[in-house]
């Protein structure tokens, strides 16, 4: 289970002005939920993910996973959440094995486990030809089974997962959308970012949208549509934005 | 910080770092193949050219009277041909002889009437061959000069001795091993800061802005990995990189060096000075044992600044202004003529250099090396803390905006009880580094004013500015706590048998390291009272109160409480103890008070109270100033003994007492620790 309260963060970017590029974000995600954040580039997404999986630390507010909150246990925290984000990499010079055995160890687990979860997670995502292979030497899709492995190497209660998609294939798109499912059959918690309504509409219990680091409206889809008075993400979004512009204005 | 987390990023970082082919060539393929190559090649070039050169006979033509004789003698000289030339000077220029003899007037007549004929020997001085052959025209005439200087002597019936009364002669009498110590300090110490810096170039780029170009440090960072297990891996990488770079390097010279050496004296026949020449092996040992403190301070200062960086490309353009300007202290120090002062011992990389070259030539004394390893430590740490200051910066680690992401404002920390272990430590070392430039400084001017701004606005000022800029709790970081009247008795006790048992130990401790007079007469014109205005009541303040209370709020105030969260009760006795020890900066200092340091931080941990360690530093140092000036009670002098005491130690009766005191001090402080604990609970 995650939970936010009231997250805030500013950025002071050396010679301009400070950005608020969060502001009061509440809302939480239950077991075996994936709840869905939405927005342009630039709406916040990616810092509200990083301020959950305690990469990046608050301005104000807090957040819990299960009944830690984040900043009295940074590190214990980490061992329940899977972070996995368009823009994490790997190490190129590692080869597959190799780097879910650094990992595994950050993580604080024994050799032997790590052996026996790379066997389970390789059978799983069809790893066992390119394990032994470098990861500079991988096709996008198998480096992004390399991090989809990663992941859930240490097995977490929660995946956060930011635009996970973006840049993918169609075929390997639909591996990450498989892994989601899987993981919500499984009770985890998954909160995840993307501009593809489609994976949204067809993941999501319910849907976060963001825009200029507002949460300006949270629900199942069902919801979003009724009070949006349309019938897909798409739509719904639009209208929030252009009814959140003419009040500003 | 967990040891198997770092462990486990240092052993990837540096298998990572060793599949890179661009690693590998700077570190082992430089080393191993271009040195040797450079210099054995550069070396065969040289003896083939000097043997072609040896082999070339020299064309000389005569300028004015060419006599027979003349031509003779010239003739006579080995690998000299006289040559016609109409116009000898142009011809010279031209490269078509290479030397010309140019007499001035008559020849013959004036040598047989006893008189000095003028000669010339022309050359141009861009030209090998022609410098070869005035160099044998040379000998070759001061040789006929000699038997004519002789014949006329025989002549006139007089001794060679005749016409020299003196013989002089210039002898070296320094040992072989100094002689090449010279030579070799003025080089390898400059090359091996050379290396270890580029040993730490492409790691420190690689592991910090390259992983960020990368997109792998995000990954990182969302492990349970905290951020100065990270940093520590990474620089202990970059170290160990650094380490074995400037290793092969040196091995790598080391040998080449020994086989051109031998390849040398086989070639050259005045091989005297390839002879005499031999490595001093020790040396290369304390070589290795000050490149670690080097290494040190070298890669976390890389590391710091490469992190700034957020790719690859900018952090070269950050590091080799960089790079240019760490190497600019290390030519200076060879500058002949630059040597370790106290001063020097100081100033970064600059004493590191100066200390090889006296090390080598066996000039460096136990208190320059002990000072510039300190030093060189100290600034290492402080290199290292600012490091891990930085990788805790979220915009440096995560930042996407130009340019350097450094600012700092006091909005951004939350409110905090004491510094962190790391940030204690830190703010030591800027503090030592402080005291060394800026309170010399400031005492250099005017002794008593100058220690009072050393300890009220550099120890004091500067602690309590950076506690307040860092939102830390002055109350609990600095143990403002009402000191109980049973903590003040315990503590005096305490502080009474330890000052008594610190005068016996000096008495030993001067057995083995005595302070040398000069620097004890030094130390001793501190009380002159005479011409201090106020005389013995400024001096008890200044050098008395003062640093009891400046040096307590700083040392067992904000040192103490950031380091104990992760030291303990023994450790951070122990460590504090040693780094009041060598904030003195005097090796003879150093243990005698790290042990009262020691014995104060023991009492500020079991009363929770700063007032206790204040009053027992300002009695101890008040008591010292009172027995220096002659100010002491009678009975005072005579129970002490104190004249024998500081060389034969006490009377063994006051000794016992001593001894009685620490442990009538120790179990008050216990028994009342025990009971507010007690109390807590």
Known sequence: MIRAEHLRKVFWPPRSQPVEAVKDASFSVADGEVLGLLGPNGAGKTTLLRMLGTIIVPTAGHCWIGDIRADEAQDEIRRHIGFLSGNTKLYGRLTARETLYYFGRLYGMADPLIAQRIDEIGALLHMQEFLERRCESLSTGQTQKVSIARVILHDPEVLILDEPTLGLDIMTSQAILDFIIDARTRQHSIIFSTHYMSDAELLCDRVALMHRGEIMDIGAKSELYARSGTDNLHDAFLRMVEEREQATA | ?????????????????????????????????????????????????????????????????????????????????????????????????????????????????????????????????????????????????????????????????????????????????????????????????????????????????????????????STPATKLEIVTGKFLTVFTLAMATGILNLASMALTFLFMLSQFSAAVKDATFVEGFQLPLEAFFIILLVMIPLGFLLSSMMMSVAVMARSFKEAQNYITPFFLIVLLPAFMAGIPGTELTPFSEFVPIYNVVLLFRELMTDKATVDEAVSVFVSTAAYASLALWFSAWLFQREEVVLSEERGIPLTVRRSEFRPRPTLTPGGALGWYSVMLIALFYLGSLVQQWKLIPGLLITQFVILLGGTLAVLWFLKVDWRTALHLRRLSARGFLGALLLGAGAVLLLIQFSAYHNKFLPMPKMLEEEFMKLFQTENIPGGIFTLLFAVGLAPGLCEELFMRGAVLSGVRQRLGTWGSVLVIGLLFGVLHISIYRILPTALLGAALTYMVLRTGSIWSSVAVHALNNCFGVLVATGHAPVFVETALNIQEAEKSGLPWLTLVAAVVLVLVGVGILEWQWNRDRGERR
Request: aromatic letters at 4%; a negative charge.
């Open chain 2, 1 to 221: 910080m967990n040891a198997r987390t770092v462990t486990t990023i240092l052993r990837k970082e540096l298998l990572d770092t060793l599949r890179d082919k661009r690693t590998l060539i700077m570190m082992i393929g430089l080393p191993i193949i271009l040195y040797p190559a450079m210099l054995i090649f550069g070396m065969q070039i040289a003896i083939v050219q000097q043997n072609k050169l040896e082999e070339t006979r020299s064309r000389v033509a005569i300028e004015g009277v060419a006599t027979a004789q003349l031509r003779d003698w010239l003739n006579n000289i080995e690998m000299v041909d006289v040559v016609e030339s109409a116009a000898p000077e142009e011809a010279l220029l031209a490269g078509n002889i290479e030397s010309v003899v140019r007499v001035r007037g008559e020849l013959d007549p004036v040598l047989e009437q006893g008189g000095s004929v003028p000669v010339e020997i022309l050359f141009d001085s861009t030209e090998l061959e022609s410098r070869d052959a005035a160099d044998r025209l040379e000998d070759g005439l001061e040789k006929v000069t000699k038997d004519l200087r002789d014949a006329r002597l025989h002549k006139a019936g007089l001794a060679v001795a005749y016409i020299e009364p003196l013989k002089v002669k210039q002898e070296d009498l320094a040992p072989a091993q100094k002689t090449s110590g010279m030579v070799l300090g003025l080089l390898v110490p400059l090359l091996m800061v050379l290396m270890i810096a580029l040993g730490a170039f492409y790691p420190a780029i690689d592991l910090t802005a390259g992983e960020k170009e990368r997109g792998t440090f995000e990954t990182l960072l």
